[in-house]
């Protein structure tokens, strides 16, 4: 059995909403519905311009009367300051808890609104790692707290560990011997493997939900209330609108410098089709990426930055697209 890979989640954003108003006011800012947020679940969400674009793709639970948003670790202030915006007189209060070290703590406490924490990332079957720990691994797609650590499947292939650092330190310890080293590259690659794209500084306001296909990984609710941006996301979604999709990519691995906003191009020189969303780490092989395409120009040759730079390969998702 291959180990699975440990990461250090510092790079990552984390924000927290509390208050009497928390839900409610995020019920009406997230494409999620989160008056239905189960306890124990996590579920992806969309955070749209009054346009239906994506300003940001969250992973949302609730724990310990908060609500809590992962999101690309460059998007905490953005994301702070513009939710702040729209409070208004609802008793609600957002911060970024900040994922860095807390010495000192108390081991036992878990995610607190008031406490910065750390976190960890295993990709790959972590069930054996885990129980090797001293945790239980919970079904996808839900979160469980065992000894002020909460253990969230976000995937089969992805775990996301959070809690103060003091408790974090000793949980790296003992899942080392379990474990090999990884990198936040490792973390971006199962992800694209995954065909789960997030928005990052880089491409706010580009695409609608559905173009992320945020609405084939059950990350929109299509019968909740009003939310920003929702007439725009439901009239593509029933009147079937959605011209572009997301795509995932292969590039040669002698192409070594793929960002993610990069054009893509197909047969015609003047004017690109599509552009990267999301980059994994490099491989033997290359890179590979996913990428927002038009679905006419998914269907045929396909090259990065220009009609003449490096070939891209079609690869298959875990996932069916609708047909067009």
Excluded at 14 to 38: K, N, R
Excluded at 117 to 143: F, Y
Excluded at 276 to 281: E, F, H
Excluded at 294 to 323: D, I, K, M, N, V
Aim: with cysteine; net charge neutral; aromatic share 6%.
């Amino acid at each position: 059995m291959t180990t699975p890979r440990l990461i250090n989640l510092s790079h990552r954003s984390l924000l927290c909403v509390t208050g009497a108003d928390a839900g409610a006011f995020l019920q009406g800012q997230l494409t999620q519905d989160i008056t239905a947020l189960e306890a124990s679940v996590a579920l992806l969400a969309g955070y749209c311009s009054p346009k239906g674009r994506l300003l940001a793709t969250l992973l949302v639970w609730h724990e310990r009367d908060a609500y809590w948003l992962d999101a690309a670790g460059d998007l905490a202030e953005f994301l702070v300051k513009r939710l702040s915006q729209y409070v208004l007189r609802s008793k609600a209060s957002i911060s970024s808890v900040g994922v860095r070290p807390l010495v000192g703590s108390d081991p036992t406490r878990g995610l607190t609104p008031t406490a910065p924490i750390s976190a960890l990332g295993l990709v790959g079957d972590a069930t054996a790692a885990l129980s090797a720990a001293g945790l239980t691994r919970p079904a996808v797609p839900q979160h469980c707290t065992s000894g002020g650590i909460t253990v969230i499947s976000l995937s089969v292939g992805r775990t996301m560990l959070l809690g103060p650092s003091i408790t974090l330190d000793a949980l790296q310890e003992r899942l080392a011997p379990h474990c090999t080293p990884g990198t936040a590259h490792d973390w971006a690659s199962a992800a694209v493997r995954e065909g789960v794209a997030e928005i990052t500084l880089v491409t706010q306001d580009e695409w609608i939900p559905q173009m992320l296909n945020w609405d084939l990984l059950g990350g929109i609710n299509f019968k909740k209330g009003c939310y920003t941006g929702q007439e725009i996301v439901a009239r593509s979604h029933y009147l079937g609108q959605v011209k572009r999709r997301l795509y995932r990519l292969s590039v040669a691995s002698n192409w070594d410098n793929v960002q993610v906003g990069d054009a893509v191009y197909g047969a015609d020189a003047q004017s690109p089709v599509g552009k990267i969303a999301m980059v994994g780490g490099p491989s033997a092989e290359g890179y590979e990426v996913l990428a927002v395409l038009t679905r006419e120009a998914a269907q045929g040759p396909l090259h990065l930055a220009s009609s003449s730079g490096a070939a891209l390969q079609l690869l298959p998702l875990p996932y069916e697209l609708p047909a067009p």
